[in-house]
């Protein structure tokens, strides 16, 4: 590892290798299930995960379109909201559609290539540019860091969710 | 912001205060609380978040004596100095001394400037570099650590603030 944003790779790649992990052999039940009326599904917590994924990088950073929208993912998966679920009400979480996980790990899969691509195409420089999304500057080192936190943080969901399922070793 | 250690030293910043946030005026039965018989409590989750941060930095990368040690937080909070929290039993999450939770953040806040005190320090190189983890008995290469840091924490914060949605509800 040569460099910081080797240190930000690693991260991801450990977060969404223990993801699928902890969704293994999980059934459509348990996926769906709500812990409380204002809880996310698991289900619901992969995609978004994906979505936050393929928005930060290959849209924001990258400037480009995000994978969803070029890889027709929306048709793919079946699942029809526009946005990553980030202002979603409780009951678009509970609507949330039957999909295949596989579908929608294949479609994360496909957003980590690329957002691998596109985070070692960067210099170190480009890691001080700023956007501005309507709440102040931000830059895209922030933006790295911010990803891997975010992400870690629905898995630690994910797998505290699992595990009121299912127990500790469950 | 502006050198390339800025993504890491971000990633900790933005996750720290956000626990800070997130475990506000929780009350001493809300931070004990578990939502299953196996699941950890939030007390626990930030002590061993904070024994996170102080055993990477301090005793693995650095190569120094635990701050927890060190500094006499085995003596103020009333625990060993053995004890971490990975691999320990859903009795002994249970039984977790009833401690104040401002002393824990007291340690915490120090064991984190400690991390970010150990980033400022580390030139590229370091990062290629492999520490022995004695706890892990594993030899591990710096820059995965910094990842697994950022990780681990952000994935405990994740499940202190899932905890507080389920005793508080959407905007608790």
């Known amino acids: ?170 | 912001m502006g050198t390339f250690r800025d993504p890491i030293k971000s990633g900790l910043n933005e996750y720290y205060g956000k626990l800070k946030q997130t475990v506000e005026g929780l009350t001493p039965e809300e931070l004990l609380w578990q939502p299953g018989p196996e699941s950890n409590h939030i007390l626990w989750t930030v002590w061993h978040m904070a024994r996170v941060s102080d055993r990477w930095a301090n005793s693995t990368v650095l190569g120094n004596e635990e701050l927890w040690i060190r500094d006499g937080w085995t003596k103020r909070l009333g625990m060993s100095a053995d004890k971490y929290g990975r691999g320990e039993t859903p009795e002994q999450v249970r039984d977790f001394p009833s401690v104040d939770i401002a002393l824990v953040l007291e340690y915490y806040d120090a064991a984190h400037a400690s991390i970010l005190a150990m980033i400022d320090a580390l030139e590229r190189a370091d990062l290629d570099r492999d520490v022995f983890a004695e706890y892990r008995q594993e030899s591990l290469n710096i820059g995965w650590i910094l990842g697994h840091i950022l990780a681990e924490e952000s994935q405990h914060l994740g499940q202190i603030a899932y905890i507080r949605g389920l005793q508080r509800g959407f905007n608790g």
Request: glycine share 10%; aromatic share 8%.
């Open chain 1, 1 to 170: 590892m040569s460099s910081f944003k080797d240190a930000v790779k690693s991260g991801m790649t450990e977060y969404l290798e223990e993801l699928k992990e902890k969704l293994e052999g999980l059934s459509e039940t348990e996926l769906h299930w709500q812990a409380t009326l204002d809880t996310n599904t698991l289900i619901w917590l992969v995609w978004h995960m994906a979505r936050v994924e393929d928005n930060w990088i290959n849209k924001t950073i990258a400037g480009g379109e995000t994978i969803w929208s070029s890889g027709d993912w929306a048709r793919k998966t079946g699942i029809g909201a526009d946005g990553s679920g980030s202002s979603q009400k409780m009951d678009e979480v509970r609507a949330f559609p039957q999909v295949n996980m596989r579908i929608l790990i294949s479609y994360y899969d496909e957003v980590r290539c690329s957002a691998f691509d596109v985070i070692d195409a960067m210099s170190e420089s480009d890691g001080n540019n700023e956007i501005d999304r309507g709440r102040g500057p931000i830059t895209w080192n922030w933006i790295l860091g911010h990803v891997v936190v975010e992400e870690s943080q629905h898995l630690g969901q994910v797998a505290l969710i699992r595990g009121m399922i299912r127990g500790l070793d469950g």
